[in-house]
């Protein structure tokens, strides 16, 4: 259905371009031990796509051939890759900066209990899912139980020091809002955040990023369901910030699938829309050599999420 949406064919977004090269956010396949429905992915336990060793190789060779500051590892899971350790030393002996978007309750799963510890031993900054302090509101989102699991995780993470002012292990926060609305104000947000964790849970964390939801895959499918669709769209574009438009993170960043095709973002992969203007997509295999800087964006009705109001990008709020 992804590829239907409704108002997604055309757009009256403006025209931006790319600055500079600087981070790969690499979908290492869409296997996940959750089925979120704010997902963009489609993610779920029955998926089985999953970027191999060959592919891994060939975006190391890519990032040795470019001045690539950042990977950033997303999924489904991440971590359920079995190549994902892997991947990580091999960036980490690269000089390259590894972030990890993490759903925290994998950390607890059979098979996956060494994990806080890898990724502390390697300084792995954490992006962690937990898109609201309030366990019925989480469970609702993502599952029965998945609250608890999230801040047992999370209080692991603290026992090795992330997100302590004394350490270098950074660990943010990701919240998503329950339905068809905007996110609040991030800042107010996090303080929120931080207060409650605090106070019920003795948790501590550095950031939290507040990330407006795309009305694409499994998302923009729940709100065509509800007949709130069109009246989304609406309300990202009645929102829109024009000033939001030199921070959002395709300017500086690619998305690259499981299978090594390139996009302008995350959410272009799950649209399947070529890179820039190419009416085909381009594999990291045909770009080595490829010039990124001054390259049109490829832009649909979906990208007025990522410039509504505060803006919103895989950082957060813009």
């Known amino acids: 259905m992804h590829n239907t949406l409704p108002h997604l064919k055309t ?33 779920g336990p029955n998926r089985t796509e999953l970027m191999d060793k060959i592919t891994i190789d060939k975006i190391l060779y890519f990032i040795d051939q470019h001045n690539i500051q950042t990977i950033d590892l ?24 590894v972030i990890d978007r993490c759903n925290l309750t994998i950390l607890l799963e059979p098979g996956y209990q060494d994990l806080p510890g890898f990724l502390a031993e390697n300084q792995v900054e954490i992006v ?11 469970d609702k989102q993502r599952g029965k139980g998945t609250f608890n699991a999230s801040i047992t995780a999370l209080q692991k993470l603290n026992d090795l020091g ?53 009305p694409i895959q499994r998302f923009g499918s729940v709100l065509i369901s509800k007949g709130k669709f069109d009246s989304y769209i609406q309300l990202l574009k009645d929102n829109f910030l024009a000033q939001n438009l030199d921070h959002v993170m395709c300017k500086n960043t690619v998305s690259i699938d499981w299978q090594g095709y390139v996009y302008d973002c995350d959410f272009n992969q799950m649209l399947q829309l070529p890179l820039g203007s190419n009416k085909q997509k381009l594999h990291i295999n045909n770009l080595s050599n490829h010039f990124f800087k001054g390259q049109t964006i490829k832009t649909l009705q979906h990208c007025y999420g990522c410039t509504a109001g505060q803006g919103s990008s895989c950082g957060g709020a813009l």
């Open 74 to 97: 997303t999924g489904g899971a991440p971590e359920m890759n079995p190549h994902f350790k892997y991947l990580v030393r091999a960036a980490l002996d690269r000089g390259v900066k």
């Open 128 to 138: 962690a899912s937990l898109p609201c302090y309030m366990e019925d509101n989480v």
């Open 11 to 43: 757009t009256d977004f403006p025209a931006i371009t790319r600055n500079n090269l600087e981070v790969l956010q690499l979908n290492l396949g869409y296997l996940c031990n959750l089925s979120c429905t704010h997902c963009h992915v489609n993610a």
């Open 162 to 214: 992330y997100g302590q002012t004394d350490t270098d292990l950074v660990l943010n926060l990701v919240f998503n809002p329950q339905d068809a609305s905007l996110p609040p104000e991030q800042k107010a947000l996090e303080l929120s955040y931080k207060q409650h964790l605090k106070d019920q849970f003795n948790i501590v964390f550095n950031q939290l990023f507040a990330m407006t939801n795309l």
